[in-house]
T-cell receptor, first 115, second 109 residues
Framework: NAGVMQNPRHLVRRRGQEARLRCSPMKGHSHVYWYRQLPEEGLKFMVYLQKENIIDESGMPKERFSAEFPKEGPSILRIQQVVRGDSAAYFC?????????????FGPGTRLTVL | GQNIDQPTEMTATEGAIVQINCTYQTSGFNGLFWYQQHAGEAPTFLSYNVLDGLEEKGRFSSFLSRSKGYSYLLLKELQMKDSASYLCAVIDSNYQLIWGAGTKLIIKP
């Protein structure tokens, strides 16, 4: 499977717990983007990472949210002390370069439900 | 502020033609994407326009007018599988992608 992979596909957490979302980009892609999508709404940019570097985190809430893309392994989006408002679909996309003109390839998303 | 407007929902008949409009007010413009998203699935790339005019790709065409801040996606010979949301996204002057809320297209037999 050469596509973008995300896991888990569905994640249920209780308020106050931590959520960890994983994204493996397409082979050969070193640029990863995270988006959040609420029901009936568009995609909201959260963060853009390149291997071991956060390039742009302007869309990510300052508290409770963090992201990393280590040299080895998948990119991780971590949400600490989740609240009901964090319930959403979280999509990861990758591209071969950081050029915004490039098509982004999306993963299937992780649907987070906070009880 | 940044704003991208698309109709929330449209209905069309199988075999017909439908045009989905997108108007944008952004700080600068460096290109516009159209993506298709089936319910519960990931968005997939349809087209990219940066110059004025019509880009045709099979049954789908995308048009851009930069002076009017306007684009449309034209779908011909509609098939039931075209039922999906269609997302318009604009690259602004900071080279960030600004996404519209999407247009849900319902195809009826």
């Amino acid at each position: 499977n050469a596509g973008v992979m995300q896991n888990p596909r569905h994640l249920v957490r209780r308020r106050g717990q931590e959520a960890r979302l994983r994204c493996s980009p397409m082979k050969g892609h070193s640029h990863v983007y995270w988006y959040r999508q609420l029901p009936e709404e568009g995609l909201k940019f959260m963060v853009y990472l390149q291997k071991e570097n956060i390039i742009d985190e302007s869309g990510m809430p300052k508290e409770r949210f963090s992201a990393e893309f280590p040299k080895e392994g998948p990119s991780i989006l971590r949400i600490q002390q989740v609240v009901r408002g964090d319930s959403a679909a979280y999509f990861c996309a990758s591209s071969p370069t950081g050029e915004v003109y490039n098509e982004q390839f999306f993963g299937p998303g992780t649907r987070l439900t906070v009880l | 502020g940044q704003n991208i407007d698309q109709p929330t929902e449209m209905t069309a008949t199988e075999g017909a033609i439908v045009q989905i409009n997108c108007t944008y007010q952004t700080s600068g413009f460096n290109g516009l994407f159209w993506y298709q998203q089936h319910a519960g699935e990931a968005p997939t790339f349809l087209s990219y326009n940066v110059l004025d005019g019509l880009e045709e790709k099979g049954r789908f065409s995308s048009f851009l007018s930069r002076s009017k801040g306007y684009s449309y996606l034209l779908l011909k010979e509609l098939q039931m599988k075209d039922s999906a949301s269609y997302l318009c996204a604009v690259i602004d002057s900071n080279y960030q992608l600004i996404w519209g809320a999407g247009t849900k297209l319902i195809i009826k037999p």
